[in-house]
């Protein structure tokens, strides 16, 4: 398998641009997450999906970012409009519960803001 | 939700010598402890994890233990080699399958 890809792998924008985040989760895990990575606060947990289906979406920023899963092998995260703050490293991880709890992670995308 | 931390921030060992990171959880109710790694520009990759229905588990150099009675458990590194030079995550599983990140400790091996 090739693990969870993510894309763009880097991303630079100027405020008030659209941005879309891609992920695909390895093959027949039924859940997936979406992270924000940095320095001041760390790995944080954006939203969740069980089965395609959000399950808590109440570390998203803000309704600038939304996110959808609309297949098994397919989510998206997107920013509009996208601010300087938005600027992070954004990560896709993948599970399954029933093989064990182990979450995977994408290589992440970089996303830029100016 | 659960509120998970982490100590020291920054810890500096010897090649060769040992080190040790911990981590305290709130939720009681948490059954499940991964560590990962993170080296600068990767992706953040399991080393390790453990249940609340043991004590201790290792896998070669490293191992990790767990008091569920005091809440924290602890990464062990031993015989620490340049390339365990990185960032490490402890996390605590709660609520439906969401894990909580610690903020992560930078460990650097001094050759």
């Known amino acids: 398998d090739a693990g969870v890809i993510q894309s763009p792998r880097h991303e630079v924008t100027e405020m008030g641009q659209e941005v879309t985040l891609r992920c695909k989760p390895i093959?027949?895990?039924?859940?997936l997450f979406w992270y924000r990575q940095t320095m001041m606060r760390g790995l944080e947990l954006l939203i969740y999906?069980?089965?395609?289906?959000?399950?808590?979406d109440s570390g998203m920023p803000e309704d600038r970012f939304s996110a959808k899963m609309p297949n098994a092998s397919f989510s998206t995260l997107k920013i509009q409009p996208s601010e300087p703050r938005d600027s992070a490293v954004y990560f896709c991880?993948?599970?399954?519960?029933?093989?064990?709890?182990?979450?995977?992670f994408g290589p992440g995308t970089r996303l830029t803001v100016l | 939700g659960e509120n998970v931390e982490q100590h020291p921030s920054t810890l500096s060992v010897q090649e060769g010598d040992s080190a040790v990171i911990k981590c305290t959880y709130s939720?009681?109710?948490?059954?499940?402890f991964p560590w990962y790694k993170q080296e600068l520009g990767k992706r953040p990759q399991l080393i390790i994890d453990?249940?609340?229905?043991?004590g201790e588990k290792k896998d070669q150099r490293i191992a990790v233990t767990l008091n569920k009675t005091a809440k924290h458990f602890s990464l062990h590194i031993t015989e620490t080699q340049p390339e365990d030079s990185a960032v490490y995550f402890c996390?605590?599983?709660?609520?439906?399958?969401?894990?909580?990140f610690g903020k992560g400790n930078q460990v650097v091996v001094i050759p």
């Open positions: 991880a993948s599970s399954h519960l029933v093989g064990g709890d182990t979450q995977y």
């Open positions: 093959s027949g895990h039924d859940y």
């Open positions: 999906f069980n089965n395609n289906v959000p399950i808590d």
């Open positions: 939720d009681s109710a948490s059954n499940y």
């Open positions: 453990i249940r609340s229905n043991v």
């Open positions: 996390a605590a599983r709660y609520g439906n399958n969401r894990l909580a």
